[in-house]
Nanobody, 117 residues
Framework: QVQLTESGGGRVPAGGSLRLACTVS?????MGWFRQAPGKQREFVAA????????SYADAVKGRFTISKSDTELTMFMQMNNLLLEDAGVYYC?????????????WGQGTQVTVFS
């Protein structure tokens, strides 16, 4: 099973930006990000395939979030711009994703994203 460790969460004002990172023990076919707010189910955010040339995004984050990966660094990133209050929650790295948005068995520990007005 792939070990995942995410980082980069924090507290930012609405309209601000954060960049999340997820280090992996070895490369998988597809990886991605999910998030969960209190009282809501965990939801898909974005995914990237093994080559890094194909990505998938939830409608709520299209145009604002960008997923990428560095195979040499064994790291997946997600740049989050123009953050909204609705973006707040715990963000989890996941692998292997069944394309385009079904999670696999490996989860990171989660990193908290707080957005304030």
């Amino acid at each position: 099973q792939v070990q995942l460790t995410e980082s980069g969460g924090g507290r930012v004002p609405a309209g601000g930006s954060l960049r999340l990172a997820c280090t992996v023990s070895w490369q998988t076919n597809s990886m991605g990000w999910f998030r969960q707010a209190p009282g809501k189910q965990r939801e898909f955010v974005a995914a990237i395939d093994f080559s890094g040339r194909t990505s998938s995004y939830a409608d709520a984050v299209k145009g604002r979030f960008t997923i990428s990966k560095s195979d040499t660094e064994l790291t997946m990133f997600m740049q989050m711009n123009n953050l909204l209050l609705e973006d707040a929650g715990v963000y989890y790295c996941n692998a292997p994703i069944t394309w385009p948005s079904i999670p696999g068995a490996s989860w990171g520990q989660g990193t908290q994203v707080t957005v304030f007005s």
